[in-house]
């Protein structure tokens, strides 16, 4: 559960008491359950070949988890970078670089449309190719691949394995690894997937990283200040994404990158007629509308986080 460090709710917020960076919000992650977690996941995964880890391509490194490495202990893996409908394509080819450098096989997909889904099965195969190998030499043809998908939540674990499984088989023989939580799904010839994602915890001791996985909805905006966030929000897009900002508020002839984004929240607010009584910009309104605008990729296709970061 993501909880607020510090409650903002009530307090108002305004130019004199909102300060660029040192008051970004913290957000943490207390996991009642991690280690349960970890073992649950560790047991599923000797029954399966390889690990498919969906990620958010809109932050592709504020949506994986931190240990996940030592959890999965050099079991072979993809990544998914799915919502790319609403990534930048230029990131997104970037990042799918950056991880293939890493020697991880990576693949833009969107769980919505289906679109990038025929790529999974060859990026399994191509990490698996010397296992596959293997097996064929040793007389194992046909022995079925089978994989599990592990995630942090709302990266769309559940919607991958909904459309890889559209049509798809369960498969409740009674064979090791299967019960009734633990079902095998036929995705294609010789291919299973195990239909339970393992739920992972995000990066949650880094403030960025909870304030980047609220702007993207992964955090209730109930526990969060949506004004907060949605001025924190534009700083990045002013810096990243200026024009976008600008094309999308009519904040022509404004340098975006100067202004704290709480005053760029003012003039959104003031451009869109959103006042409360008395002629004061609500700023409440233009929060939540900047926070749905993004998230509908609405602004634009956005990427929060470019691999060059990564140095
Ligand atoms: P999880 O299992 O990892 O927690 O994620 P889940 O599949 O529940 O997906 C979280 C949200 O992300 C869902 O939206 C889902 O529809 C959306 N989503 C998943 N994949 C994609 C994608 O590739 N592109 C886009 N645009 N959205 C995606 P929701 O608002 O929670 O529900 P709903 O809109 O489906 O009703």
């Known amino acids: ?12 917020m305004n130019k004199q008491n909102y300060r660029k960076e ?12 991690m280690t349960r977690t970890r073992r649950q996941i560790e047991k599923s995964l000797s029954l399966v070949d390889a690990v498919a880890e969906v990620i958010d391509a809109r932050i592709p490194m504020s949506s994986r988890n931190p240990v996940l490495d030592s959890i999965i202990k050099g079991k072979p893996r993809v990544v998914l ?12 080819a970037r990042w799918i670089q950056w991880f293939r450098t890493k020697g991880i096989p990576a693949v833009a997909v969107d769980c919505k449309s ?12 191509e990490v698996l190719k010397e296992k596959i190998q293997a ?12 994989v599990m998908i592990v995630g942090v939540p709302n990266v769309g674990k559940s919607s991958l394995i909904n459309r890889l499984c559209k ?13 009734r939580q633990n079902r095998w799904f036929t995705i294609g010839k010789g291919f299973e997937l195990l239909d339970t994602p393992g ?27 949506t004004e907060h966030l949605a001025s924190r929000l534009l700083e990045f897009l002013a810096e990243s994404y200026p024009q976008e900002i600008i094309r999308r508020y009519k904040l022509d002839g ?16 003031k451009k869109r007629g959103m006042l409360v009584s008395g002629g004061e910009i609500n700023t409440e309104r233009a929060s939540i509308a900047v926070l749905d605008e993004f998230r509908g990729a609405v602004i634009g296709k956005i990427t929060l986080e470019s691999p060059e970061e990564m140095r």
């Open 81 to 92: 970078l799915n919502k790319c409908d609403m990534a930048d394509p230029n990131k997104t």
């Open 167 to 179: 049509g798809g088989k369960a498969d409740v023989a009674d064979r090791p690894g299967v019960t």
């Open 22 to 33: 040192e008051n970004a919000q913290s957000i943490q992650w207390f996991p009642g359950h």
């Open 114 to 125: 289906g679109k990038g889904l025929n790529g999974f099965i060859p990026a399994v195969q």
């Open 254 to 269: 404004i340098d975006v990158a100067a202004y704290p984004g709480y005053e760029l929240l003012e003039m959104i607010g």
């Open 135 to 146: 097996w064929k030499s040793k007389g194992m043809v046909g022995r079925v691949i089978r």
């Open 199 to 225: 739920v992972l915890w995000p990066k949650f001791e880094d403030k960025l990283v909870g304030e980047k996985l609220a702007f993207t909805g992964a955090v209730k905006d109930d526990v969060v200040d």
């Open 1 to 12: 559960m993501f909880v607020r460090k510090h409650s903002k709710i009530g307090e108002k």
